[in-house]
């Protein structure tokens, strides 16, 4: 690794959205604790959950008394007995990370997958889904062992850099899901004893609108951040910048998005990270467009 690649992160890769074409790499196969990137699971399972069986989102949860145990970040204070939507959770888990909302869809879900009652049995049978679609996406050094990405001193969910960008790339091809991630802020209501609570939830993304890179004016709309002391700080960045259009002949034309993915591990100054890396991926991208945008089974995803 780069002296300056090893000061500011443990792991990166930058990859183009629609093919999976790797523009840049730094120990993108190292596992690695990834914090809350693990929501970014949590919420596209139960979104494919929700499409199947043609669940509606705004469907109310009530919290269980389980929910008490789940620690770390949880802004917007959710109790056992709240009522909740299952859309809310979503927005909750996604903008600002927190975990008894990723908790709480992990149960709602998987006590219909496993139909059980049981608050363990119903995570584990969420998490058990959560690892069956890494195994689809070809996340083959992926391990998710809960829904919010919480460790402890002797186990923590083990991914790699490549294998979340191979999840980002799923999760945007997911409908609605980007809409989750790109609002810098939204009102969420549950009900506490009948009593509805507005709370405003604010993204933890800093990166999100439009930002000039590289002299180019680029919009960031996800994806989600993550950080524990054992997982330092960790970051997936979607950035997107107009589509190029090509005209065929016959009035025909050919629009080609530009789309680019950063993720970035075990970084002590992530946005900053990720604001390099979108500078020279954007240069990468550049020069792979120009020479036809070849693609090769070892530089793609």
């Known amino acids: 690794m780069s002296a300056e ?34 929501k970014v699971a949590t919420a596209v399972v139960a979104l494919d959950w929700a499409e199947v069986t043609n669940t509606d989102l705004s469907d109310r949860v009530v919290l269980p008394a389980s929910i008490q145990t789940v620690g770390g970040v949880n802004p917007v204070g959710l ?40 608050a363990e049995a119903a995570e584990v049978s969420f998490v058990k889904q959560m690892n069956a679609l890494a195994k689809k996406l070809g996340m083959t050094r992926t391990g998710f062992i809960n829904p919010h990405g919480l460790d402890s001193r002797e186990e923590a969910g083990l991914s790699t850099a490549e294998d979340m960008a191979r999840l980002a790339r799923y999760a945007l091809d997911h409908r609605g899901f980007l809409f989750y991630v790109s609002q810098p ?33 680029t919009k960031i709309d996800g994806i989600k ?31 080609t998005p530009r789309r680019l993915i950063v993720v970035i591990l075990g970084s002590n100054n992530r946005f900053g990270v990720a604001g390099s890396l979108l500078e020279k991926g954007w240069r990468e991208y550049q020069s792979w467009a ?6 090769r089974k070892s530089s793609s995803l």
């Open 5 to 38: 690649a090893q000061a500011t992160a443990r792991a990166y890769i930058v990859v183009d959205g629609k093919s999976g074409h790797v523009l840049l790499r730094d120990e993108q196969d190292d596992r690695l604790p990834v914090a809350s990137l693990t």
């Open 290 to 295: 120009s020479e036809g945008r070849p693609t």
């Open 225 to 255: 951040t993550g950080m524990t002391s054992r997982a330092g700080g960790c970051l997936i960045i979607s950035a997107e910048r107009p589509p190029l259009t090509r005209a065929l002949g016959g009035g025909e034309v050919e629009v």
């Open 185 to 217: 802020k939204r009102q969420i209501t549950f009900y506490r004893n009948g009593e509805p609570y507005v709370y405003e939830i604010r993204n933890t993304n800093e990166m999100l609108g439009m930002r000039n890179i590289g002299g180019v004016d």
């Open 79 to 118: 109790q056992p007995g709240d009522e909740i939507s299952i859309r809310d959770l979503l927005y909750s888990a996604l903008m600002q990370s927190d975990n008894r909302a990723a908790y709480a869809v992990a149960l709602y879900v998987g006590s219909k997958l496993g139909r059980t009652t049981n």
